[in-house]
């Protein structure tokens, strides 16, 4: 199958939930209240725990990894964080061809809150095996 | 000076610095905890790390407790890989960071203060496997 500019990744949606903030503090070791303590969360300002950024970056690394499959090789993967999401709420996650050179991909990835507001904004590089 | 220009002196003192390596193994079942986390079942999980994985692997900002006499809290801003070499299960992994730009913002309610990490991930071989690099942001 040939990656063509414009090219649509399958859309991967996400339903986070409180367990999974947990889940994920632990298994990254993130400790940070913000994510399990919604007393905590709303003393500093924020609407109750909100996503781990880097949980978003790894819901677009799945949607990557599970687009390219075995095809080729990740090469850089970078996000910014433009705004919280909290669990309770779908996050789903998409992505689109922008260039192709050779065997050189670039795609744009970002994830979405349901009103369709991109809360995370990225880009991935990929080799392509020949 | 004021008490936030002399944080960020002091922070600014810090660019540059490397802390001391951390090293850790790549455990099957750890990388399948984080996997499970974040509910990727893909099955190559099993013998190497997903994208993201090296940031459980050893702290990617160091603990900068000055910082936190700014703002009230943090906020990720950002995170860029490039990836150099696989990360498998059973690798070794160093990673040694440093601060690598601070530097003050205003923003739409309030001023903000950024602070740039910069990890870079070597294996058993000494082969370089990744960097990282992540903006923290205090508010």
Same mark, same amino acid.
């Given at each position: 199958?040939?990656?063509?500019?414009?090219?649509?990744?399958?859309?991967?949606?996400?339903?986070?939930?409180?367990?999974?903030?947990?889940?994920?503090?632990?298994?990254?070791?993130?400790?940070?209240?913000?994510?399990?303590?919604?007393?905590?969360?709303?003393?500093?300002?924020?609407?109750?725990?909100?996503?781990?950024?880097?949980?978003?970056?790894?819901? *677009?690394?799945?949607?990557?990894? +599970?687009?390219? /499959?075995? $095809?080729? !090789?990740?090469?850089?993967?970078? #996000?910014?964080?433009?705004?919280?999401?909290?669990?309770?709420?779908?996050?789903?996650?998409?992505?689109?061809?922008?260039?192709?050179?050779?065997?050189?991909?670039? *795609?744009?990835?970002?994830?979405? +809150?349901?009103? /369709?507001? $991109?809360? !995370?904004?990225?880009?991935?590089? #990929?080799?392509?095996?020949? | 000076?004021?008490?936030?220009?002399?944080?960020?002196?002091?922070?600014?003192?810090?660019?540059?610095?490397?802390?001391?390596?951390?090293?850790?193994?790549?455990?099957?079942?750890?990388?399948?905890?984080?996997?499970?986390?974040?509910?990727?079942?893909?099955?190559?999980?099993?013998?190497?790390?997903?994208?993201?994985?090296?940031?459980?692997?050893?702290?990617?900002?160091?603990?900068?407790?000055?910082?936190?006499?700014?703002?009230?809290?943090?906020?990720?801003?950002?995170?860029?890989?490039?990836?150099?070499?696989?990360?498998?299960?059973?690798?070794?992994?160093?990673?040694?960071?440093?601060?690598?730009?601070?530097?003050?913002?205003?923003?739409?309610?309030?001023?903000?203060?950024?602070?740039?990490?910069?990890?870079?991930?070597?294996?058993?071989?000494?082969?370089?496997?990744?960097?990282?690099?992540?903006?923290?942001?205090?508010?």
């Amino acid at each position: 199958m040939t990656v063509k500019v414009g090219d649509e990744l399958p859309v991967l949606v996400k339903q986070p939930t409180t367990r999974q903030l947990v889940q994920y503090a632990g298994a990254q070791g993130d400790f940070y209240e913000i994510h399990y303590d919604q007393d905590y969360a709303r003393g500093v300002g924020l609407p109750g725990v909100i996503l781990h950024g880097l949980l978003k970056a790894g819901f *677009l690394g799945q949607l990557v990894t +599970d687009w390219l /499959g075995d $095809r080729g !090789t990740l090469k850089s993967f970078e #996000v910014s964080y433009r705004g919280v999401d909290m669990p309770g709420h779908a996050y789903a996650c998409k992505g689109r061809v922008t260039r192709v050179d050779g065997n050189d991909v670039e *795609l744009e990835v970002w994830g979405e +809150d349901e009103a /369709g507001k $991109r809360t !995370t904004v990225g880009t991935a590089t #990929v080799e392509m095996h020949a | 000076m004021s008490a936030v220009a002399s944080v960020i002196d002091r922070l600014r003192a810090r660019i540059g610095v490397e802390g001391e390596p951390v090293t850790g193994v790549v455990e099957a079942g750890h990388v399948k905890r984080f996997a499970q986390a974040i509910g990727d079942p893909n099955p190559r999980w099993e013998k190497e790390a997903p994208p993201t994985f090296l940031v459980a692997l050893a702290p990617v900002s160091l603990h900068l407790s000055e910082a936190e006499e700014y703002g009230r809290g943090w906020l990720n801003g950002g995170n860029r890989f490039d990836y150099l070499a696989p990360v498998r299960i059973g690798d070794r992994i160093s990673a040694r960071g440093k601060v690598a730009d601070v530097y003050e913002k205003e923003g739409s309610s309030g001023n903000l203060l950024f602070i740039i990490f910069e990890t870079n991930y070597v294996n058993q071989d000494g082969a370089p496997v990744a960097r990282l690099r992540g903006t923290m942001i205090r508010r």
